[in-house]
């Protein structure tokens, strides 16, 4: 994924092949304008870097064009690929159950003599009351 260094001659090449049209808004490129050459398909998601895959564009089209739909898209081939290969971490620890939470107690007045679990009540239990 090496990024040429463009010569003056092929960035015109690649201006006029497109008829000086941005790619991005379809607008045109007028003398003076600062324009980029835009990879076409970005180079991180698998794009060539050579002149097929080439377009002018102007560098605030460009700009905004990476900024709001190829970084992410990037980002997200990233966490595809990492989560495919398995070295996706997850956000938080796995985290236990915790504990199993105890049951009211019924009778304030006397102290819970017997331990019955958390289970319904015995027909001992109902017997006393
Ligand atoms: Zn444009």
Redesign the pocket.
């Known amino acids: 994924m090496n990024r040429r260094r463009l010569s003056t001659k092929a960035r015109a090449a690649i201006f006029l092949r497109a008829n000086g049209i941005?790619h991005?808004?379809g607008?045109k490129i007028t003398p003076g304008e600062a324009w980029d050459v835009s990879h076409e398909i970005p180079l991180a998601l698998g794009g060539a870097d050579d002149e097929h895959n080439m377009r002018p564009?102007?560098r605030k089209?460009h700009r905004a064009w990476t900024a709001e739909h190829d970084q992410p898209a990037i980002a997200k081939a990233k966490r595809r690929e990492a989560k495919h290969i398995g070295a996706h971490v997850p956000q938080r620890p796995l985290k236990s159950r915790g504990f199993a939470k105890a049951e009211p107690q019924r009778r304030a007045t006397r102290p819970l003599s017997k331990w019955f679990g958390f289970s319904r009540p015995t027909p001992i239990d109902t017997m006393e009351g």
């Open positions: 941005c991005l808004c607008g564009a102007h089209c």
